[in-house]
């Protein structure tokens, strides 16, 4: 039951992070869905053996998540639950690319590890990104830029009903799954006998509160679009912002920074 | 003041699954009025608000506020006019802060910000939580997620406010001050409620529904004091008119 709760509790969290009042916070908008997009297309462009030159991409999430003071363990758990899946995409490539592609002093590592390390940095970076993103924008400002950008209003729509509802139905599996708990004999977990009723009545109840609140919406002027307000001008601190970010990922994208790094210091030491 | 009628006449409604909710329902409400719609469960209170705002349309009979039949067309128009508060205030406040929750409606009619906004920080004062402006909705008390959603339709400027048993769940404070600020309100005012002490103080008017038609219409002391008239609608006498628990002294309360 509080496993429940506390979901709810952690999916508004972004919401209320998304209020605070940082730096980061005050940066337009517009400029942070960009760095963002920017910092994802950079991620992707890397080829998989890639693994040292995406190192210093780590930077950018760890610099925006100190200055917007968000919390990182609770980034990271949220981060956990895409884990599954970024293993299963990886999880053959050290089985089946076996040739050695770096050699370390007290080990061989093969190119089938280089990349599932690499797909596992990538998607931790691009996750990381994303949600740091939400924590410091708001899924409406997010819309509002969105708007801005000429994204087509059904998919705006669409992600925002879909965030919202989210809660909607966390909600009602709460109080389902409280008002059972409470009359079955079992300490924990739903009986698997149990599960189709309790589906199938979710299901109903969900769509019921999903109506109750669509009529609100619709006696408040609601047609299909969702108006998140206006959205400030970009000023020339955001311009330098986007600026800075895109000058830096461009010579990581570039430059081999480790690599250039480590020829550096081993030419000092020589 | 024409425009702010409301006329319901002959109104018919079977929900799908065969249950006639409503079965003629013939009333006129003028400009200014306060009136109750009681009734005991099932009676159709909540059908007939949800037709009054066009989320349900009648089989039969039609519904007129002013001249404007409540047709699917004329949606927007008669949404503009008449604000609905539903019974569940988290129906109604679905928005990261209260302030976007209330600039919600004014947004749709695509007003300018600075319009918005200045409706916004009226309707919460007029409600009196201006100061939760920013706070996320989900963790205000009951009664202040009451008065966000009635702000929610005051900033539509509404000329008549539909409630649907706006006293359930608060506190005693929380009705009154509830029942105070409803008060001050000079909108026609439609408000369907178990809570018939509320009704006492608030509405002149009392229709009281059974089975989906309208067994009177008239002066609320009037109806609500007839004991015999009560019971047989399934109701109760508000308990202001009803006897004291204690020394047996009649009538409590007072206009």
Redesign the interface.
């Known amino acids: 039951m509080s496993n429940m709760t506390t979901s709810l509790y952690n999916i508004r969290l972004l919401d209320e992070l998304a209020e605070k009042k940082t730096i980061i916070h005050n940066i337009h908008p517009l400029i942070k869905v960009l760095t963002t997009v920017l910092y994802l297309i950079i991620i992707v462009s890397f080829n998989k053996y890639e693994l040292s030159e995406l190192l210093p991409l780590i930077f950018y999430p760890i610099i925006v998540i100190a200055l917007a003071d968000l919390p990182l363990m609770i980034l990271l758990k949220r981060m956990l639950i895409a884990f599954p899946l970024l293993i299963g995409i990886g999880l053959f490539n050290p089985l089946f690319d076996r040739s050695t592609m770096v050699e370390l002093p007290w080990m061989q590592l093969s190119g089938g590890w280089v990349s599932f390390l690499s797909i596992l940095l990538k998607g931790v970076l691009t996750i990381l990104a994303a949600l740091v993103l939400i924590a410091t924008t708001g899924i409406t400002r997010i819309a509002a830029v969105l708007g801005m950008l000429r994204v087509p209003r059904i998919f705006i729509l669409q992600l925002l009903l879909t965030y919202r509802y989210i809660s909607v139905l966390v909600e009602e599996v709460g109080r389902t799954v409280r008002a059972y708990a409470l009359r079955s004999r079992r300490e924990k977990g739903i009986s698997f006998s149990d599960w189709g009723p309790l589906i199938g009545h979710l299901l109903l109840r969900t769509i019921e509160r999903a109506q109750r609140v669509y009529h609100s919406m619709c006696c408040r002027g609601f047609t299909g679009a969702y108006h998140t307000g206006s959205v400030s001008r970009v000023r020339t601190g955001d311009v330098f912002y986007f600026a800075g970010w895109g000058i830096y990922f461009m010579v990581v994208r570039f430059i081999n920074i480790p690599a250039t790094l480590g020829s550096l210091i081993t030419g000092v030491v020589r | 003041m024409s425009h702010h009628i409301v006329l319901v006449n002959n109104l018919k409604y079977m929900y799908p699954d065969g249950w006639q909710a409503l079965n003629g329902v013939n009333f006129e409400i003028l400009h200014g009025e306060s009136v109750g719609i009681v009734g005991a469960n099932g009676a159709g209170k909540s059908t007939l608000l949800?037709h009054l705002?066009g989320?349900l349309f009648p089989n039969e009979g039609e519904i007129r506020v002013g001249e404007v039949p409540v047709i699917k067309k004329t949606?927007?128009l008669i949404?503009?006019s008449v604000?609905?508060v539903?019974q569940?205030p988290d129906?109604?406040l679905?928005?990261?802060?209260v302030y976007?929750d209330v600039?919600?409606?004014p947004?749709?009619?695509?007003l300018p910000?600075e319009e918005?906004e200045k409706r916004v920080r009226s309707a919460l004062e007029t409600v009196g939580i201006i100061h939760l402006i920013?706070r996320?909705p989900?963790k205000l008390s009951g009664g202040e997620k009451r008065a966000a959603a009635i702000a929610?339709?005051l900033a539509?400027q509404p000329d008549i406010l539909v409630m649907d048993e706006p006293s359930t769940a608060l506190d005693p404070k929380s009705r009154r001050r509830l029942i105070a600020l409803l008060r001050r309100f000079t909108h026609t005012k439609i408000i369907a409620s178990h809570d018939l002490d509320m009704v006492l103080e608030l509405c002149e008017r009392t229709i009281i529904l059974q089975k989906g038609k309208v067994i009177i219409d008239g002066p609320t002391g009037k109806i609500l004091a007839d004991e015999v008239l009560m019971e047989k609608c399934g109701l109760e006498m508000p308990l202001g008119l009803q006897g004291c628990p204690v020394c047996g002294a009649k009538k409590l309360y007072k206009r």
């Open positions: 949800m705002v989320v949606l927007p949404r503009q604000g609905m539903f569940d129906d109604q679905f928005m990261t802060t976007d600039a919600f409606g947004r749709n009619y695509k910000e918005v920013n996320p989900y929610t339709v539509m």
